[in-house]
C-alpha cells in the first residue's frame, strides 16, 4: 500500500472519529460493534471523499477545455491528515478549515499549472468539487442519522 493511500486512509479515520465521537457520547448504550463498524464505514467514506476531490475537480477543468489528470502526492496528503485530525471537537473548527483551504489552493495550483486554465478557474473548480463533495457527504450523513434515530410512539403518531 502507498504512503498516500495510507495518509489518506488515516485521514479518513480521524475526520470519522470526529464526526462520530458526539454521536457516541449521546448513545451510551452504544455497543461496541456498533461503533466499530461506525468508524470503519465512516473511514472509508471519509477517504473517498478525499481521494475523489482531486477527480471531480479535473471533471470540471475539462468542462472548462482544460485536459489534465492530477495525483495525490505525501506532500499534498499530509496537510489533509492534519486538517483530519484537527477536525476532532472542540479542537479547531477555524485550523481545521484553514487547512483544508491550504490543501485546496495546493491542489488549484497543481491543476492550474498541469492544464490550460487560469489560475481562478482552477481555484473554482476545486473549490466547487470539495463543497460539492461536503455537501453530498452531508446529506448522506444525515439521512443515515436520520434512519437509524430511534422513533417514539408520541413522535410517530
Known sequence: MSVVAVLLL???LSEAVGRLLPVVSRRPGASEWFVVISLATGALVEAAVFTSWPWVSELLASRLGGEVAI???SRMVAPL???AILALPLIGPFLHTLLITGVGIRLAQVLHAESDIGWWPALMCVAVAGIGLTGAVTAIRWGV???VTPRTQAAAA
Do not use: K, V
Open 71 to 73: 495525483e495525490w502526492t
Open 10 to 12: 488515516l485521514s479518513g
Open 145 to 147: 442519522a436520520w434512519a
Open 81 to 83: 491528515l492534519l486538517a
